[in-house]
């Protein structure tokens, strides 16, 4: 292939901004708000689920202890009534009053186990408020948290994006001075090897850093000035300048 040493020149100037979009994207991809990101997504969501899980228990010993208070409510209700009964002096026999007394005493009596029973779902419900309280406090800062590293990460993007918008259209410039066959070769190149051209600086393909021989140079030497030539090493286009050591 043949090309203007001027044009293959502009081929180190496309790979120089090539290897920025090159840059740019890995910082792209490698951002470490994204690994942040991934992190606390997946807290943020075992802590939802938590929530949800200790929201429930609590409902269920509300709902636990209401039932309880109601049956304490039941079995006072039916001491008053009986309280009542033998206050009333309606009760005269000793049998019914030594019975109505017996009852009085067992229902006072389940009254205050049942009264145990409401203290020791009060202090569980309390526990699990707590934990309720605790894991949502936890939920929310996590949230924040994700919410800034997710700003972080979008106004990250959006100055990679700025650059490589810039880069692109000064690289439209550069390949504009490159004739069609070449910039294909260059970008077949490219895609391969990841970086389609380079320069021969002092005897030494600056591609791969391998230094050529001395039958290379000899060969480079003779080929005429619009000769595309390639590295034997790493196959890129060699770019002869003023400094190739010729
Ligand atoms: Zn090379």
């Known amino acids: 292939m043949k090309a203007a ?3 293959q020149k502009r081929l180190l100037d496309l790979a120089e901004l090539d290897s920025v979009l090159d840059r740019l994207a890995h910082r792209r991809r490698t951002l470490p708000e994204l690994a942040e990101i991934d992190e606390r997504s997946k807290l943020y969501a075992k802590l939802v689920t938590q929530v949800i899980e200790a929201e429930t ?5 509300a709902r636990e202890q209401t039932k309880a208070e109601n049956d304490v409510d039941a079995v006072r209700t039916r001491a008053d009534r009986d309280q009542k009964r033998l206050d009333s002096g309606a009760v005269t026999s000793p049998r019914d009053l030594a019975s109505l007394q017996s009852e009085i005493a067992s229902l006072h009596k389940r009254q205050g186990d049942l009264e145990e029973v409401v203290l020791e779902i009060m202090e569980r419900r309390e526990a699990a408020d707590t934990k309720v309280t605790d894991l949502i406090t936890q ?9 800034a ?69 000899n060969s480079i030497k003779a ?24």
């Open 57 to 61: 228990e609590a409902g269920d010993l």
């Open 5 to 7: 040493p001027e044009a």
């Open 139 to 147: 939920r929310d800062e996590v949230r924040a948290a994700l919410s």
């Open 223 to 246: 080929a005429p000035h619009d000769e595309v030539v390639r590295c034997e090493e790493c196959r890129r286009i060699l770019v002869r300048t003023p400094e190739s050591g010729l």
């Open 149 to 217: 590293a997710e700003d972080r990460r979008d106004a990250a993007l959006a100055e990679i994006e700025k650059e490589a918008a810039d880069v692109q259209g000064r690289r439209g410039g550069v390949a504009g001075d490159i004739p069609a066959d070449l910039l294909k070769l260059y970008e077949k190149l490219k895609e391969q090897y990841g970086v389609g051209a380079a320069m021969l600086h002092g005897g030494r393909c600056q591609g791969c850093k391998v230094a050529l021989s001395i039958a290379e140079m």
